[in-house]
Structure formats: C-alpha cells, structure tokens
C-alpha cells in the first residue's frame, strides 16, 4: 500500500525554467510534508517542509504548495540550474511531540536540468 | 557543528552472516531514526530510537534489531543476513520525536 506517490519518475527541464515535481498521498493523518533531494552516493538532504495548516510556503528558489482537500503537494524550483539535477523525494509524516514522525517517503523523481 | 555520518560506507557480507551499522546523530539531537532504502525506491522506516528507547518500528522482522547509546550514537543490526537485505541504509537524526529529520550518507550493505 503505497501511501505517497510519485508518479513521475523522470523530469528534464532547461536552465532558468521552472520544475515542478509533483506528489500525492493517501493517508489523511499526514500533517507534515517535506521535500528531500539526494545526489548519487550521499544521504538525502532536507530541502523544505510544509505543515498542513498552511497551503504553501517559500524558501528562496523552493516553493512547496499543500492541496489537501486533493491530497496533492508540489515542490516548484524557479530558476532551475544545473546543480539541482538529483533525485527529489516527497515525504510525509505525523508531526509533532508525542508522534515517532516516520516518514513515508514517495519513489522519487529524477530532475535532470540542461544548460 | 557536525552532521550526522555513518559508518562504513561500504560492506559486503555474505548470506547468514550477521551485521552492525553505525551512525553518530547530529549535536544536540536526541532521537535516531534508521530507514533502508532499496534500489529505485525511497527510504523505507525500520525503527526509532529516542532517549535509547525503542519509539516505533516499521515492518521489519525481529533479526533488524538496534541501540541507541547515552550519547544518542545508535547502531542497527542485522542477524541471518538474506540477499535481500542488500540495500542503503540511512541514519536519521532530530532534535525531538516528531521534529524534521537530518540524513547521513548512508552504509552500501551488499549480500553474496
């Protein structure tokens, strides 16, 4: 039962364009979602998280918008470079003191952005 | 201040053999969460450890097993390895239960 999905598993983009890596999830509980990239031979790195109170939110290049009533979230880079080529995960979990916080992660998509 | 890391990078082992992974936790962070993560997959939770107490486990049979030390360092065994157990495992550290999660590269377990 794969609870987060990402349903792409490739996306290439040119330099300077927006990426969009889309996620969806099952689980209403979920009320902490986060974006991981991971590069070839190291461990995923945090990038950005959103809390389900909240519809988007907004960190440099990265902007994460939540659609609960859709279950859907999405990570946009603007302007992508080359260097955000890697592998991005979504995941989800149950935030806060008193929960473990496991993350349930999507499969990934690979970016690739061209020069 | 220094991240989470792991170690070894790299193991090979052979089928029915035993293994110890080990990963010291970002300064100051108290809960270590261990994920394996196989090939063309995401990460997948096998358990928590918080204040070296077993927090939440994902479903992994009873031969993954772990510690977590008074300095919040962990260690994951593995008893009776099988091939497919050959996967990345990922440490993750936080400051508290249920606070956002700080990878470190990860241990390569191969499986003959």
């Known amino acids: 039962d794969q609870q987060v999905k990402q349903n792409s598993p490739s996306l290439s983009v040119q330099e300077g364009r927006i990426s969009i890596l889309n996620c969806d999830y099952t689980n209403s509980m979920f009320d902490y979602f986060l974006w991981y990239k991971k590069y070839p031979a190291e461990g995923p790195t945090f990038l950005i998280s959103i809390s389900s109170i909240k519809d988007k939110n907004e960190d440099g290049r990265f902007t994460v918008f939540l659609n609960k009533s859709a279950k859907h979230l999405s990570l946009h880079i603007v302007p992508s470079q080359p260097g955000d080529s890697a592998v991005y995960f979504c995941?989800?979990?149950?935030?806060?003191?008193?929960?473990?916080?496991?993350?349930?992660f999507g499969q990934g998509t690979t970016l690739q952005v061209k020069p | 201040e220094t991240g989470v890391t792991q170690s070894p990078t790299h193991l090979i082992k052979t089928r029915g053999q035993q293994v110890t992974l080990r990963c010291s936790s970002q300064s100051g962070h108290n809960t270590v969460s261990w994920y394996q993560q196989a090939l063309g997959q995401g990460p997948q939770f096998i358990f928590q450890y918080y204040r070296e107490e077993e927090n939440g486990r994902g479903n992994f049979p009873p031969r993954f097993s772990g510690l977590q030390f008074p300095n919040y360092s962990s260690e994951l065994n593995v008893n009776a390895l099988e091939l497919d157990d050959s996967a990345l495992y990922l440490c993750?550290?936080?400051?508290?239960?249920?606070?956002?999660?700080?990878f470190g590269p990860g241990t390569r377990l191969t499986v003959l």
């Open positions: 993750a550290s936080s400051p508290e239960t249920g606070n956002t999660q700080y």
């Open positions: 995941a989800a979990s149950t935030h806060g003191s008193g929960n473990t916080g496991k993350l349930i």
